[in-house]
């Protein structure tokens, strides 16, 4: 019997060229309602200005050191994770308008319409870490440890953000309509909250000292004190992904892809169904 399926690396050029025609889409979209990228493109801003100055004057940071340096890996780490309630929103935006259904009836990769976004997101959320570097640098933060420590800390932020926007894919298509997603969006800040990016976990009560070190946000808050050379690191007696952040956010980042890359190729097919 003839084999008439295509070879594996036609199929990935076809699901890569496909993803980036949908990419985009997702790009022409945003140039069509520039508020959503202009409100996107303030946020990290105002989260700089908000909390530098307000919990600034409030928060003594561990073994001494400048607040806002203490700060601005946390929004990093805050701005990282909000890949997945702008993929979430989107991805169920599409799909309960109908979008998902048409993009089945074409011949294109079933990998195309997740890839698409999730290359979307990649890019807005570099365009977001760009407007809050400068922010930071206006207020007095920098990286101490020079140009390849904080080349790594930016990439994992890249890497843990792409992986997170699976995680967002699976949630909206998931969901049942747009209205459900927009009303989960308030759940994850407390996520982002319960960690260390504003504050040190040792005054914390056991229980939730525990769900903040183990939280990514933290890891990734830890990588990048560290390689950014910025106070607050964390030493001694302390939890595993905060002893080895950055170890820890690669596998954080390996674990989301494996998990949500195939539950939403599987959620994408049978949407719809």
Known sequence: MTDLAPPLGRRLRWTFTDGLTLVGRELGRLRHDPGELVAALIFPAVMVVLFGYVFGSAIQVPDGGDYREYLMPGLFAMVTFSAVMGVMTRMAADASR???????????????????????????????????????????????????????????????????????VYVGLAVKNDQVADAMVPLFLPF?????????????????????DWNPVSALTAAARELFGNPGVPSGNVAWPLAHPVTAVLLWSAALLVIFVPLSLRAYMRRGR
């Open 192 to 212: 982002t909250m319960l960690s260390n990016a504003f504050v040190p976990t040792g005054g914390m009560p056991g229980w939730l000292r525990f769900l903040a």
């Open 98 to 168: 109908g979008v998902m259904d048409r993009f089945r009836s074409m011949p294109m990769a079933r990998l195309a319409v997740p890839f698409g976004q999730t290359g979307a997101d990649l890019l807005v959320g570099l365009l977001m870490l760009a407007v809050m570097v400068g922010a930071g640098l206006l207020v007095g933060w920098q990286p101490h440890r020079g140009l390849i420590p904080t080349a790594q800390a930016f990439l994992l932020m890249i890497v843990l953000r792409y992986a997170l926007s699976w995680a967002g």
